[in-house]
């Protein structure tokens, strides 16, 4: 079912951001400027006149994610080789705002997809970038615990326990979404398919959970005009996972331009079935996120149907 979302526009929510920030930061907002939103809220850079002097307030259009993602923000920062923003507050909506807000520390520096320059960096910068963000992400990966599922809660003793339900409560959702002419027939014909070989996609066992950021495409990487990563923002369901399960979003968006996938794979260990793993959870991924935010990239979509195609017919799965 897709989750219910605030109507809110970027410019309604903004009035909440300043009046929320002045109310509890103690401060009067100098100005204020929309930096952009995705599927489930905004941020908006306010400028305050008392230290920390600038802060980011992210606006969320949908219930119950802000406190998850300021607990995900504060386990991810704690062994981090990247920085990760620091959360001064979380409000929850009331009968001052309809939304509820987050705020967190501003990072200088822009994402690595809209600052469109940072694809026709050079080589050694994108290697040195790719380098150092997997690394970052190997360390998250390196951490365990004694249980999968969401960082909050964790409680499911084998990782499938946990995702081959949600799986196949993907699919079902992607069924009802076709039949309200909401989802092209073809991409559940490719789910169906893949779904009926889960077993062979999922054969090798996850023996432990590691940490997971949980929507680690360029997008959520800040880095300089240098391509030196400065920050990690924006982690979305960060669980102790399959830690394989973080690996497609390094694909999502700009493919292959700055080689993270591809240097992940030759620097740590993976499944035999990495490829075909990660290709399931693209496009599973990718239509769980349009049922609950009713937002959808058509092309992105194409994108991980194509390939998780591909990657079936390379196992042998007709």
Same mark, same amino acid.
């Given at each position: ?9 970027? !410019? %309604?929510?903004?009035? $909440?951001?300043?009046?929320? +920030?002045?109310?509890? /930061? ?6 204020? *400027? ?122 499911? !003793? %084998?990782?499938?326990? $946990?995702?081959?339900?949600? +799986?196949?409560?993907? /699919? ?6 076709? *039949? ?136 042998? /799965?007709?």
């Amino acid at each position: 079912m897709q989750a219910e979302i605030n109507p809110l526009t970027h !410019k %309604e929510a903004e009035k $909440f951001a300043v009046i929320i +920030a002045e109310k509890e /930061l103690k401060s009067k907002v100098r100005k204020i *400027k929309y930096l952009g939103g995705g599927s489930f809220g905004y941020a908006y850079r306010a400028d305050i006149d008392r230290q920390p002097y600038t802060v980011v307030m992210k606006a969320y259009k949908r219930c119950g994610i802000c406190e998850r993602e300021a607990f995900e923000l504060k386990k991810l920062s704690e062994k981090s080789l990247i920085h990760i923003p620091k959360v001064y507050f979380t409000y929850l909506k009331d009968n001052i705002s309809p939304v509820d807000f987050i705020c967190m520390e501003y990072i200088k520096g822009k994402n690595c997809f809209t600052d469109i320059k940072k694809l026709f960096a050079s080589k050694k910068k994108k290697r040195d970038f790719a380098l150092r963000v997997t690394e970052a992400m190997h360390c998250w990966h390196s951490r365990t615990n004694e249980k999968f599922g969401p960082v909050m809660k964790p409680v499911y !003793k %084998e990782w499938l326990d $946990f995702y081959k339900p949600l +799986a196949f409560d993907i /699919l079902q959702d992607a069924e009802k979404m076709v *039949k309200k002419g909401k989802l092209e027939e073809y991409f559940l014909k490719t789910m169906k398919k893949a779904w009926d070989s889960f077993d062979f996609i999922f054969s090798e066992k996850v023996k432990q959970p590691g940490l997971i950021h949980g929507d680690l495409n360029v997008m959520n990487i800040i880095a300089d005009k240098n391509l030196n990563p400065t920050a990690v923002i924006d982690p979305f369901q960060s669980m102790w996972a399959d830690t394989e399960f973080d690996l497609f979003q390094l694909k999502s968006l700009t493919g292959n331009a700055f080689g993270l996938y591809k240097t992940y794979k030759e620097k740590y260990p993976v499944s035999e079935k990495c490829d075909l793993k990660t290709a399931f959870y693209a496009l599973y991924h990718e239509i769980y996120s349009y049922i609950n935010s009713g937002r959808r990239t058509k092309l992105n979509h194409l994108r991980c149907l194509f390939q998780l195609k591909r990657e079936m017919k390379k196992a042998g /799965l007709k």
